[in-house]
């Protein structure tokens, strides 16, 4: 008997190997079932003695610039806010303050620093990470939040709910993450990030997007594309539009008419505010 093709079954990742968040979700699992946690766990805990494992509980890279302020930060005040730790057995897990604990490496601190601790379980601590992470004064940008939800789909452990939630991504957008789990089969966990993993999936589907999933597609890029330039110039370029527009012609060049005509879908219709005026 035939074996059908790899893309047309759904897998079950515990009969997957090499999956590293996977694994180390796995490895934390054991732990919890064999050693209890204290009873009575300290508020303050040197930074040595927590751990780090980024690629489940890191939804981004860390920004150079960011670590950068909260150093200065730690040199003025002496410190920062609690990082968010969810201990397992006696192993404790640094699951929201990267920024943090790495500000404090590089400022040499020896002391032990502030800690708070998730209350939950081990898979609601994974999506804690992705939810404090959207709402940090450095929020995820749309890629990030995008591969940590396709990150969450290759787990197979959540509900579209939980993942729409923890990303602050859309339902639409989990829903084509899912298909291409699907469709790619085991090939789907040789992409890490969700960009290549929707390329390889749009490839084998060699199907046509509706006009939802062509909208959800534009969004997210467009989504991106601001993030970025919020990042590179902060409010620099919405104050300076002549700046703004010198650089957009340097840019787009004899493309410029066309960016003009596509901005005009997004202007505000002056005539009806003129009328509503009276």
């Known amino acids: ?6 893309h047309e079954t759904p897998l079950d990742l515990d009969d997957l190997l090499g999956y590293r968040p996977k694994e180390i979700l796995e490895e934390l699992t054991n732990i919890s079932k064999l050693d209890q946690v204290t009873a009575n766990l300290p508020t303050e805990l040197p ?12 939804p981004r890279e860390l920004d150079e610039r960011h670590i950068q302020e909260l150093c ?4 003025a005040q002496g410190g920062l806010e609690a990082v968010t730790i969810f201990q397992v057995g006696e192993k404790a897990i ?17 002391k032990a620093i502030p800690v708070q601790y998730f209350q939950g379980s081990l898979e609601e601590a994974v999506l804690e990470a992705g939810r404090a992470n959207s709402k940090a004064k450095l929020p995820m940008i749309t890629s990030e939040r995008q591969n940590y939800a396709w990150r969450l789909v ?13 990303a602050s991504i859309s339902d639409g957008q989990v829903a084509i993450m899912r298909r291409a789990k699907t469709a ?3 090939e789907a966990y040789d992409y890490e990030n969700w960009s290549k993993a929707r390329d390889a999936f749009n490839e084998r589907e060699r199907e046509p997007l509706d006009n939802d999933q062509m909208g959800q597609w534009l969004d997210g890029q467009a989504n991106d594309y601001a993030d970025r330039l919020s990042r590179e110039f902060g409010k620099k370029l919405p104050r300076n539009t002549t700046l703004a527009a010198r650089a957009f012609d340097i840019h787009f060049g004899r493309r410029l008419p066309d960016l003009v005509e596509a901005l005009q879908g997004y202007l505000p219709d002056t005539e009806e505010q003129d009328e509503d005026d009276f």
Not at 1 to 6: G, L, T
Not at 47 to 58: M, N, P, R, V, W
Not at 72 to 75: F, Y
Not at 154 to 166: C, D, P, T
């Open 1 to 6: 008997m035939s074996q059908p093709a790899k």
């Open 47 to 58: 930074i040595d003695q927590i751990h780090e494992h980024t690629e489940l509980f890191q």
């Open 94 to 110: 640094l699951i929201d303050g990267h920024h943090r604990r790495e500000a404090y490496r590089r400022s040499g601190v020896i």
């Open 72 to 75: 200065r930060a730690i040199k």
């Open 184 to 186: 790619l089969g085991e």
């Open 154 to 166: 290759l787990l197979n452990a959540y509900s579209k709910k939980q993942v729409r939630e923890a």
